[in-house]
């Protein structure tokens, strides 16, 4: 049983294009190192082929929405970006099928509302390059 309450899952991309397989041991390092952060932001990294993997544990909050990782959990994407760095929904079948399952498995657990990281208050971002609340809402079916 967590000892927090969560009533918020964001999606994340990693802002990667689609050549670039990474997963959370990249990603962990780019916050731990780079960023000097105590572990990786996410809480579930979802790579190119739809292996889900592990980030930091639930029962701590992510560092992944300044203002709202005390009630959150964060799942990234990887890809978001083309070969310029431009925003470009460039993610897999297998992802947004991982991505479903997961989403219904934490709607299951928890009474929270699903929305992507451009979707939060005061956040000036394209991540995760594609409309989540749309998405999730209907059906998984936009590409």
């Given amino acids: 049983m967590m000892s927090r309450e969560v009533n918020l899952i964001v999606v994340h991309c ?3 294009n689609q050549h670039m397989d990474i ?3 990249e990603i962990r390092k780019w916050h731990v190192e780079d960023n ?4 990786i932001g996410y809480h579930n990294i979802i790579r190119r082929d739809g292996t889900l993997e592990h980030g930091r544990d639930l029962a ?3 560092a992944h ?8 959990i964060g799942v990234c994407l990887i890809g978001g970006v083309d070969s310029e760095n431009n925003p470009t929904n460039n993610f ?3 992802q947004f099928k991982t991505l479903r399952s997961y989403l219904d498995t934490m709607m299951d657990i928890f009474d929270a509302e ?3 990281h451009r979707d939060l208050p005061n956040t000036n971002k394209a991540c995760p390059s594609f409309n989540v609340s749309e998405w999730y809402d209907n059906d998984s079916k936009i590409r």
């Fill in 14 to 16: 990693s802002a990667t």
């Fill in 23 to 25: 997963g959370a041991t």
């Fill in 36 to 39: 000097e952060w105590s572990d």
């Fill in 60 to 62: 701590i909050p992510g």
């Fill in 65 to 72: 929405a300044k203002g709202f990782n005390k009630n959150s």
């Fill in 92 to 94: 897999t079948d297998v």
């Fill in 114 to 116: 699903v929305k992507g």
